[in-house]
């Protein structure tokens, strides 16, 4: 567990959690064996405890997040997910390849909701993706012939260990 971050989850899950914490607790669990099973760090789990002892169960329940709200439904953003797996190429554009605008202009498109591409980022990462390189190559690669110069050239030309 890194320092100082929110513990990850939903306001549903984080309540969930928190009430377990405590359900642990009262069955004589210590903090740190209650933050191991939770995969929380014990000192959240003390902060829990110490809410619940000064104002018991209501200052465990789950808040309203603060922020802007989100421009796409849960609902939608699933479709959207589910539209990103089929691919670039099935969305029109010419290669399989999705890129922060290709992925604005899809939910300008099928939605009418506008994200700039600086954020599409943040977004993707809520939805479980992660950025990823595509790998280039030139078109005209022979693969025959690589293979070829790698057993002959190569095998030839790189160093060899000292006896």
């Known amino acids: 567990m890194i320092w100082g971050m929110r513990t990850a989850g939903s306001p549903a899950e984080l309540e969930t959690k928190r009430m377990t914490a405590i359900s642990l607790l009262n069955g004589g669990l ?7 099973r939770l995969d929380v760090n014990r000192r959240t789990v003390r902060k829990w405890k110490s809410l619940y002892r000064r104002r018991g169960k209501p200052a465990l329940r789950a808040r309203p997040v603060s922020g802007r709200p989100l421009k796409l439904a849960a609902t939608t953003r699933e479709r959207l997910r589910r539209l990103l ?3 670039a190429g099935a969305c029109g554009f010419e ?3 999705w ?3 290709r992925v604005a202009r899809v939910i300008r498109r099928e939605y009418g909701v506008d994200y700039h591409p600086d954020h599409i980022g943040r977004l993707l990462h809520g939805l479980g993706f992660t950025p990823q390189k595509a790998m280039r190559q030139a078109r005209e690669r022979d693969e ?3 293979r070829k110069w790698m057993r002959t050239t190569w095998e ?3 160093k060899k260990p000292a006896d």
Request: hydrophobic residues 30%.
């Open 156 to 158: 030839a030309t790189k």
């Open 99 to 101: 890129t922060c605008p």
């Open 144 to 146: 025959k012939g690589v």
């Open 85 to 87: 797996i089929k691919g």
């Open 30 to 36: 210590l903090p740190h064996e209650v933050a191991r």
């Open 95 to 97: 290669t399989d390849l």
